[in-house]
């Protein structure tokens, strides 16, 4: 399985990004997918999940800002992010997710989100 995420970039204050993640596997939509974020030094956190079935949850840290979406027939999982904060920056990544909340299958490059004051 290859997952390619995409979108991060550099963003002042209150901008707004898309990510999106493309997966590899056929199985795609049957598969709870989530969003994770991690700052070097400390560890990966989930930060939002859509399950197959498109229910939504997402981390207090994030909740009215980030949206997460799933296109099964591309089989690609998405990530509006809107108002950032600096606190926002990290490396992002994007997994199937399973028990635990623990990424499924092996880690693909993230896309690095970064936001200035």
């Known amino acids: 399985v290859q997952l390619q995420a995409s979108g991060g970039g550099l963003v002042q204050a209150g901008g707004s990004l898309r990510l999106s993640c493309k997966f590899s596997?056929?199985?795609?939509?049957?598969?709870?997918m989530a969003w994770y974020r991690q700052v070097p030094g400390e560890q990966r956190d989930v930060v939002a999940t859509?399950?197959?079935?498109?229910?939504?949850f997402y981390a207090d840290s994030v909740k009215g800002r980030f949206t997460i979406s799933r296109d099964n027939a591309k089989k690609e999982v998405y990530l509006q992010m809107n108002s950032l904060k600096p606190e926002d920056t990290a490396v992002y990544y994007c997994?199937?997710?399973?028990?635990?909340?623990?990424?499924?299958?092996?880690w693909g490059q993230g896309t690095l989100v970064t936001v200035s004051s």
């Open positions: 859509i399950t197959s079935g498109g229910t939504t």
């Open positions: 997994n199937a997710q399973k028990g635990g909340g623990v990424g499924r299958f092996p």
């Open positions: 596997n056929n199985l795609f939509n049957v598969y709870a």
